[in-house]
């Protein structure tokens, strides 16, 4: 019996379980926490059901679940395209696999380099600063993904991240301070930078468009966002579409640790 299995079970087989699988953990990683975490369970759910059917040769039930998951296929395109757009952006950064968002979290491995390298004390002192006397303020942190076409959108800059640098560049009479600020490997890289705002229905109406534009970035791209609102100088962070309001300058740098090399 064993013989035949292993005749039967070729080193293929092992890594096209293996290809399936990972696919499945990043698409949970995906929609894990939203919604869509139903959906997606429906759907698994649902086609499990038709294989069922279609292994115990019931001829019409089988014909008739397959017609829907033919439609269904469309439909899927249309409910998870946000999800889908990140997942694609996730493939689509040239070290994702280096980041670790591949092999350290399905196989977890700890890849070397993969912890970027961040003063994270100057930011959470700027930001402290500028929350006490109401600067606005809308800063985001590459990960895998260089965001060199939001970079383009802004002015140049070549500087060592410092608390005294993120200050000027946001002063209220400074002229690089609307837009974003976008920082790669403990470097300002670009001032006013101009970003893509959420497109989330249930957006709260109280906030402004940094608040926006710091969850559209996130939730189009792997990068962090930081935001300090002018009106009320709270602190905010942002990831993968969600943020997280009323920060402490200790938090925020907690948070920043925590997700640098995620």
Not at 184 to 210: K, S, W, Y
């Amino acid at each position: 019996m064993l013989n035949l299995l292993s005749s039967q079970f070729s080193w293929l087989d092992l890594i096209d379980i293996v290809l399936v699988a990972v696919l499945l953990y990043q698409l949970y990683q995906l929609v894990r926490g939203t919604v869509a975490i139903n959906i997606l369970v429906g759907v698994t759910l649902f086609y499990a059901l038709w294989m069922v059917v279609k292994a115990m040769n019931m001829r019409l039930f089988s014909h008739i679940l397959g017609k829907f998951i033919d439609v269904g296929f469309i439909a899927l395109l249309i409910v998870f395209q946000q999800e889908l757009r990140r997942f694609f952006i996730f493939v689509g950064t040239t070290n994702f696999i280096s980041k670790g968002s591949l092999a350290r979290r399905f196989l977890e491995w700890n890849v070397k380099g993969g912890k970027i390298e961040l003063d994270t004390h100057a930011i959470s002192k700027a930001c402290k600063n500028m929350s006490e006397s109401h600067t606005g303020a809308l800063i985001v942190i590459t990960r895998g993904s260089d965001l060199k076409f939001y970079a383009n959108t802004g002015d140049p800059i070549d500087a060592k991240v410092s608390v005294r640098m993120i200050e000027s560049i946001f002063y209220k009479n400074s002229p690089l301070h609307d837009g974003a600020l976008l920082i790669t490997d403990n470097q300002l890289r670009a001032a006013r930078c101009v970003l893509p705002v959420t497109e989330d229905p249930d957006f709260p109406a109280h906030l402004g468009m940094r608040h926006r534009a710091a969850v559209g970035i996130t939730e189009n791209s792997d990068a962090l966002a930081i935001v300090v609102s002018e009106q009320t100088g709270e602190i905010s962070f942002a990831k993968d579409g969600k943020i997280i309001h009323g920060l402490t300058p200790d938090k925020l740098r907690e948070l920043i640790d925590k997700n640098l090399g995620d």
